[in-house]
């Protein structure tokens, strides 16, 4: 008889439980008083397949292990037809017939690959954000997927480190919207429908404050640094209903993330009340012996799980050593039925005891992955990214019918780049490149001569003469240089962050050439490009742009899209700043350029290239007539702030209007300015509007001397502009009730 009916049938018995439609916890606790301890021991395992690589190692008999019974989550596999076959051995062949998960790194994209996220944070349009994350559910479930292991929700101020790609920048508070747009993208209202995702709030916690910006680097940070900075976009993704985290590779303060009691137990399910289920990163357990916190990969299983692991990615910790664990008292059975219980609880909510099969449908596979209408969507996504630096002279926007164009550079044609790193299931030659999308979009009526010039790395400089050749006969140039896409992502650090290569020379020999040059960066991380800041007349940042970049970079290069991107990140001059940010501190010697003894370096400046929060348009914006309802508020209430937009430009534009607060005076130090809310506002030529922002009490907290999170009374500044720079300010009090 089908497995499946012997549990069903168990679990029906009670008549009276059919009439009541027993709560998912009653149905968990019926399957949890019919396993064995092997039996839940293999719900705690989670292994890779051998269809994608994505960690140091592999497990050979992973189907073997799953026919025992011994494994609750498979990630790395997908399409209907193969998650199928992996969960009829579950279904069909194991004792209980529990289902599998399936997992996968769905993080901007399953086919229809979107902006790397820190593009798609550049666009700071929420809605936007959360749509690119549906697109990536509706194409990952169709493909027999269940969980993403996204949204990753890392505060980075280190652009040395190559996962500043995979998240959302510098600043908490935008963090702390884009994971939660993320998290609703993925699982919209109902996990249970075939449409939507489980999401896995990563890596938890404070992954992205690696010493040095080197993957896998030591953090040491206060706990305070650790509340105000790296813990809000998790708890934002908490708040949106995520059903899964991730623990991190990184030590925080001593002790493992994997194996962090104060992360895991204390803040994650007591102050927070998670009741999801925890996941470890790839063999973090097993790390924790170089890391010198565990002798052997038994003690790492013990401290993993009594800290609140529920489930060992890859690491076959749980799967080699917790019966012992639990028969010499280590761990107990209750702590295993606790962390299954948390598992299978997710497995009921996705609907998978009801039908197993339901999100491995060959049919949805066909009809909804790369639509017209998903492909459109990511084309809208990658427009929105894009960040206008500079446009000198209004370069920008090209005009649609001049005589030659030439499209220059290492990236100008590149499809695979466009991807970006962790691509998911993105193939690069369903990517539309730069070149193309110029072509799509210019027809036959323009002549355009390409040429590569150079590569992304090494010293060829060969192809220079034949790119200043094309130049000489454009009437303009674009040139598309930056990383390639394996130069950021996991495991990819870059000690410089300049051009790779020869790149720069290129860009110099084709600026000297006087034309019109419009530099196209590709990119994962900011980039330190001072001359090119100085010399090239234009500069379109675009980060990897996905599936439909080339298109979307040529809808802002020939006007179709006047770009409304912001920098979600700094941009350092020299690697020599970093760590750089525009939520600084000022310093008891804060630099004065005519006073030895103040804050500063002798060879470079301060300021970085480009600040947070900065992005140009093709009309410009004015900013007038800053006010609040009141210049003094008791604690408690709320304040009205308003201020009024202009468009003093020549066409339709949309402006990112940003409020930044400085606490002038506290039981600790407060940096210069916090991102506390924004707008986006989209004004024709000529139009002005007032833009009024309703700042909550919530606003003015943070986490004072004794640690607690609170509002004081005092004096305040309120900026608001176009970036973190903004000048407009006015000033406020706050006085006790
Ligand atoms: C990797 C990454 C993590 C990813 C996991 C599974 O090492 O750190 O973000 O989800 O392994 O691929």
Redesign the pocket.
């Known amino acids: 008889m089908n497995r499946m009916a012997i549990l069903y049938g168990l679990l029906a018995l009670p008549m009276v439980a059919i009439a009541q439609q027993k709560t998912v916890d009653q149905r968990v606790d019926s399957v949890l008083a019919l396993m064995t301890l092997d039996e839940m021991i293999g719900q705690m395992n989670l292994f890779t397949s051998d269809w994608a690589v994505?960690?140091p190692t592999l497990r050979e008999n992973y189907k073997a292990d799953i026919q025992a019974g011994k494994v609750g989550a498979i990630?790395?596999a997908h399409t209907a037809e193969y998650n199928r076959e992996l969960q009829r051995m579950a279904v069909e062949e194991t004792r209980l017939g529990i289902p599998l998960i399936f997992g996968y790194?769905v993080i901007h994209g399953y086919k229809t690959i979107t902006p790397v996220p820190l593009g798609e944070a550049a666009s700071w349009d929420l809605e936007a954000i959360e749509r690119a994350a549906r697109i990536a559910a509706e194409e990952a479930t169709a493909a027999g997927l269940h969980w993403t292991?996204a949204p990753?929700v890392d505060i980075a101020r280190d652009p040395r480190w190559g996962r500043i790609m995979e998240g959302a920048g510098e600043d908490p508070y935008l963090g702390e919207l884009i994971a939660a747009a993320r998290v609703k993208g993925f699982q919209g209202d109902d996990i249970a429908a075939v449409n939507t995702l489980i999401a896995c709030a990563?890596?938890f916690a404070a992954y992205g404050a690696a010493q040095a910006g080197r993957d896998y680097h030591t953090v040491d940070i206060s706990e305070r640094t650790l509340r105000e900075l790296y813990l809000p976009p998790f708890k934002a993704a908490l708040d949106a209903g995520v059903y899964t985290f991730?623990t991190s590779?990184n030590e925080l303060d001593g002790v493992p993330a994997t194996a962090n009691a104060h992360l895991l137990r204390e803040i994650l399910r007591e102050e927070w009340g998670f009741d999801g289920f925890v996941v470890t990163?790839?063999t973090s357990i097993n790390e924790m012996v170089p890391h010198g916190y565990a002798a052997d990969d038994q003690q790492a299983a013990m401290q993993a799980v009594n800290a609140g692991v529920d489930m060992d990615?890859q690491g076959a910790t749980f799967y080699d050593h917790l019966k012992a664990l639990v028969a010499d008292g280590n761990v107990s059975e209750d702590r295993i039925r606790e962390a299954v219980g948390d598992i299978l609880r997710v497995k009921f909510q996705l609907g998978l005891f009801d039908d197993p099969y339901r999100y491995s449908n060959t049919d949805r596979e066909q009809n909804n992955i790369m639509t017209e209408r998903q492909l459109a969507d990511a084309q809208d996504i990658a427009r929105k990214s894009t960040v206008l630096l500079k446009n000198e002279g209004q370069v920008l926007p090209l005009a649609k019918d001049m005589g030659t164009l030439a499209v220059i550079g290492p990236l100008a044609d590149s499809q695979d780049d466009l991807l970006g790193a962790w691509r998911g299931a993105g193939e690069a030659d369903q990517a539309v490149s730069l070149l193309s999308g110029i072509k799509e979009k210019l027809g036959e009526g323009v002549r355009i001569l390409y040429a590569k010039g150079a590569e992304i790395e090494g010293e060829d400089r060969s192809g220079f003469k034949a790119a200043e050749l094309a130049a000489m006969e454009a009437d303009a140039v674009v040139l598309a240089v930056g990383e390639g896409s394996w130069m950021s992502g996991?495991a990819a650090s870059r000690g410089m962050i300049g051009l790779p290569g020869v790149q720069t020379d290129l860009v110099k020999a084709i600026v000297a050439t006087g034309k019109p040059v419009v530099v196209v960066l590709m990119n994962g991380r900011p980039l330190a490009i001072p001359w090119i800041a100085e010399n090239a007349p234009a500069i379109l940042e675009t980060w990897f742009a996905g599936t439909r970049g080339g298109p979307a970079i040529a809808d802002v290069l020939f006007g179709d899209y006047n770009p409304s991107g912001k920098l979600p990140v700094t941009f350092p001059r020299h690697e020599a700043q970093i760590p750089i940010f525009y939520a600084a501190k000022n310093t008891g010697r804060p630099m004065d350029p005519n006073n030895k003894y103040t804050s500063k370096y002798l060879d470079i400046p301060n300021t970085p290239l480009y600040p947070f929060g900065y992005g140009l348009s093709y009309t410009t914006f004015a900013y007038s007539n800053l006010k609040v309802d009141q210049s003094e508020f008791r604690a408690g209430e709320s304040l009205t702030v308003s201020v009024q937009l202009a468009n003093t430009g020549k066409r339709t534009g949309k402006e990112t209007v940003q409020l930044y607060i400085r606490d002038l005076v506290g039981s600790t130090t407060r940096p210069l300015r916090e991102l506390k809310a924004f707008r986006q506002v989209a004004l024709d030529a000529g139009e002005s509007q007032t833009v009024s922002f309703e700042l909550e009490p919530e606003t003015f907290k943070f986490f004072d001397a004794k640690m607690e999170f609170r509002a004081e009374p005092g004096d305040f500044e309120i900026y608001v502009g176009g970036d973190s720079n903004a000048k407009e300010m006015v000033k406020v009090k706050l006085v006790e009730r």
């Open positions: 994505t960690g990630f790395n790194d292991f990753m990563k890596h991730m590779f990163d790839y990615m996991e």
